[in-house]
DNA sequence: CGTCTTTGACCTGCGC
DNA sequence: GCGCAGGTCAAAGACG
């Protein structure tokens, strides 16, 4: 910002006082820091004429201010509007010399000077009126110039203050996209956001947006007698090689972060042949930030070196890289910020089963009674791969023992097997949008404290992301459809129900044609503010949180589907979570399910997207998806 | 015998 | 610094 832009009245004064030279400023301080500023010089000069001129008119002030103002009008004339300058001057250099003449015949009187005859006196007076009379005609214009200079600088103050409300702006925007780009890092090498079924690429290793893809070493561990030694103890100087990474990572980047929904494809076999899986990735535009980036490289290699860990023959050098890192530091140094680690995906369902039959293989490796709820919480981890770090959490509700909180975390690091696909999908998807987080405008959930990564919630607003936890969790809640209650929850019935998907925006998402207010266990109204979304919910028994301490009254609002559309539209996240949604039903066509019984579905589904600049990927999961 | 589960101990982060 | 709680480890036992 110039100097100009940024000068208030008192900046100006005293940054023209600073500029002023030395000469200057010794012997008129008074004067020179209103002669400095030109929006005061009418005012002060006001002053000063109508207090000096009558009281003490005398020539050796007027001529000293006169050559004060000169010299001050030199060193000012950046900001003394020559026209005013000039003008004065004419008039400061005209007056004290009519006032000089006009005082120094006084004395004469008095020393016995010749006597004023009737004719010179009146001489006198009459010069002395058009003096007065000049006087007071320079006042007013000066008034003028003052009042003009006044307005000059409202207008200024107001340019100011607009430049000045920019610049903040431009601040806080900088800030926001560097917050983004941090959050944005682990994504932008890892596009298997949530627990997807991506599997790492060769061209750029990735690392879990909520842990860096670990090939879990205690999970070998636990097959493998042969020890992985001291890399496996927890190290803070790892946590801090990685923190120091992220920051590298974000100090390099000039490039604008870009945050799009990206549809890639996993491979059954070693050459990539994917199930479409709706991911968001961030990435630079710098082509490097897509791939490998070898500073990164270069330290997980480095460190990798001091793990000592052993590489898993049948992984990738990607994943074998990350074997060598133990799994708890990943977790917890790489994604030092809390919006990026960790982010969770809680599955809500109504079952009698232990656990949640989401298509994986999962081992258990802890139970742990938490507090507040008598059930004990067991931890999984997948073995479909042997360094999958994808784990997950299993509890019991404890208002409702029916009710099965399933929680993910993590990204597979290997195609999934065929019924795992619709879950892993739509939770990546959820977990997805929650990473993205970009219409957070609330840092509070109702009930549940500072959440890192809300959005926006209103008073009746639902939180479906859980801020409960440290973690930022977007919690998928099937338990209120009648037909899941009690049922075995596998994929494909994931993938027939009628959608209840609620977003990190708050807004609940079905499938346009089963979106009906009565039948479906939400209702969700999107409400475009402030770029946000609310949810009101319609069914209380489908608001509790994980915590299940937040009570939320039960609202209808039917709004029109104007609004909804207008809220989906406005956010490209949402639209991309709501593709992979539908995306997810429409797969599930092959397996005759609820769009193969309804033929007509998806077409209608995709003309409807298609209005909002949609795209389906592909149904079949062998066959490659088109980028939404 | 290999794999999985159980479970007490340990580690870490956080609040006071 | 201490205690608490969540999360993980790893030895021991169970099971096929």
Same mark, same amino acid.
């Given at each position: ?163 000045? =409300? ?11 996209? =560097? ?14 956001? /949530? ?5 790492? =690429? ?28 001291? /890399? ?286 009565? =039948? ?90 298609? /209005?909002? /600049? ?15």
């Amino acid at each position: 910002m110039s100097l100009g832009m940024g000068l208030s009245t008192g900046e100006s004064r005293r940054l023209s006082t600073t500029d002023m030279g030395n000469g200057e400023r010794s012997g008129s301080q008074g004067i020179g820091l209103s002669m400095a500023l030109p929006f005061e010089i009418s005012g002060d000069m006001t002053n000063r004429l109508d207090c000096e001129s009558p009281r003490n008119s005398r020539a050796s002030d007027s001529a000293t201010v006169a050559s004060q103002f000169i010299s001050l009008s030199s060193n000012h004339r950046e900001t003394s509007p020559p026209r005013v300058t000039q003008q004065f001057l004419e008039n400061e250099n005209r007056q004290p010399m009519n006032l000089r003449n006009k005082t120094s015949d006084q004395p004469t009187v008095v020393d016995g000077s010749p006597p004023l005859t009737p004719k010179r006196s009146s001489q006198i007076e009459s010069d002395l009126h058009n003096q007065l009379k000049r006087t007071r005609n320079e006042m007013e214009r000066m008034m003028d110039e003052n009042q003009q200079m006044r307005k000059m600088l409202t207008l200024m103050t107001a340019e100011y203050n607009a430049l000045h =409300q920019h610049l903040l702006t431009a601040v806080a925007q900088q800030q926001q996209q =560097q917050e983004a780009m941090k959050s944005m890092v682990p994504q932008s090498t890892t596009p298997n956001t /949530g627990i997807g079924n991506g599997q790492a =690429q060769h061209a750029s290793p990735q690392r879990s947006f909520t842990e860096p893809s670990s090939n879990s070493v205690a999970s070998e561990r636990s097959r493998s007698p042969t020890p992985t030694g001291t /890399g496996l103890s927890r190290s803070p100087k790892k946590s801090k090689v990685l923190s120091n990474l992220s920051l590298k990572m974000e100090d390099s980047s000039d490039g604008k972060i870009i945050v799009q929904p990206v549809s890639t494809l996993t491979s059954m076999d070693a050459a990539g042949d994917r199930s479409p899986v709706n991911r968001f990735q961030a990435y630079k535009e710098e082509p490097q930030f897509q791939g490998a980036s070898p500073d990164r490289d270069h330290e997980f290699a480095s460190e990798a070196q001091d793990s000592g860990s052993q590489e898993e023959p049948s992984v990738g050098p990607e994943q074998s890289e990350q074997n060598r890192w133990p799994p708890n530091k990943r977790v917890k140094s790489v994604l030092q910020d809390t919006s990026v680690r960790n982010a969770r995906v809680s599955v809500r369902t109504r079952t009698d089963a232990p656990t949640m039959n989401d298509g994986c293989q999962w081992r258990k490796y802890g139970q742990k009674l938490a507090k507040g709820n008598p059930c004990p919480r067991a931890y999984y981890r997948c073995t479909v791969a042997p360094g999958c770090p994808v784990r997950k959490q299993v509890q019991r509700c404890a208002e409702d023992r029916s009710i099965l909180i399933t929680t993910y975390e993590g990204t597979h690091s290997h195609p999934l097997p065929q019924g795992a696909v619709s879950m892993a999908s739509t939770t990546s998807a959820a977990a997805g949008m929650l990473m993205s987080g970009s219409t957070s405008s609330s840092d509070r959930v109702e009930g549940l404290g500072p959440v890192e990564n809300s959005f926006s919630l209103g008073a009746h607003a639902m939180p479906m992301i859980s801020a409960s936890a440290p973690f930022p969790t977007i919690t998928l809640d099937l338990t209120n459809n009648p037909a899941a209650s009690p049922m075995h929850l596998d994929a494909a019935n994931l993938s027939r129900l009628p959608y209840s998907f609620p977003t990190a925006n708050g807004l609940q998402l079905q499938p346009p044609s089963i979106m009906n207010p009565v =039948q479906s266990p939400y209702y969700g109204v999107a409400k475009p503010t402030t770029g946000a979304f609310q949810m009101y919910p319609t069914n209380p028994l489908s608001l509790q949180s994980q915590g299940g301490s937040v009570q939320r009254p039960a609202h209808f609002f039917h709004d029109s589907v104007t609004a909804a559309t207008a809220a989906i539209t406005a956010d490209p996240n949402f639209t991309a979570a709501l593709a992979t949604a539908i995306t997810s039903i429409l797969s599930s066509q092959t397996n005759g399910s609820l769009m193969g019984s309804n033929p007509n579905l998806g077409e209608a589904l995709k003309g409807a997207l298609a /209005g909002h /600049g949609l795209q389906i990927a592909a149904a079949k999961k062998d066959t490659a998806s088109q980028p939404l």
